[in-house]
């Protein structure tokens, strides 16, 4: 999604989740090193959800309602969090179910579950993707095809991990 998203110029907005005692956000992301991603926000949080008033404040510019794509870990708890906040506020969010874990596998399932029927869209990283760009005639198009052909194992893989509970 990362990747995905350089191509077709969407702001990445991150957090992690009290860096002094859990360290950074997986480092293999490269966000906001030379030569990897950059994001709108890279926040420091206690909060479980990433809907602090920094996250706010670097969404301000952007027209309402917002679409925000969610993925990260702990579904149950941080990303649950985020979700219900941003559809308390009326934007529209989608969770990628193949960009989401826990520790607890079990749980995963369970708070897909709920955040859909709370009015989330669950849906996978390759269905939002094409949903987004709409239109194969666009010229970031050959740049998705091949990105989407070169993270198909691990996409698949994810979704059948998911797929067992």
């Excluded at 479980?48 to 969610?70: K, N």
């Excluded at 607890?104 to 369970?110: A, D, F, S, V």
């Amino acid at each position: 999604m990362l990747k995905a998203s350089q191509i077709l110029n969407i702001p990445v907005l991150a957090t992690t989740q009290n860096r002094a005692r859990l360290g950074e956000t997986c480092l293999e992301l490269g966000l906001d090193v030379p030569g990897g991603i950059a994001t709108r926000v890279h926040a420091d949080k206690s909060l479980f959800s990433m809907w602090t008033p920094e996250v706010r404040q670097g969404l301000s510019s952007l027209p309402t309602p917002l679409e925000c794509v969610i993925v990260g870990i702990e579904t149950h708890i941080c990303v649950t969090q985020t979700t219900l906040d941003l559809l308390r506020e009326g934007h529209k969010v989608y969770v990628l179910a193949d960009g989401v874990s826990s520790c607890n596998k079990e749980e995963i399932p369970i708070a897909l579950a709920r955040l859909r029927a709370e009015g989330a869209v669950v849906t996978t990283s390759e269905s939002w993707i094409y949903e987004c760009m709409g239109d194969a005639g666009i010229e970031e198009f050959r740049k998705i095809v091949g990105l989407v052909k070169d993270t198909n194992q691990s996409s698949r893989e994810s979704l059948q991990t998911l797929c067992r509970f």
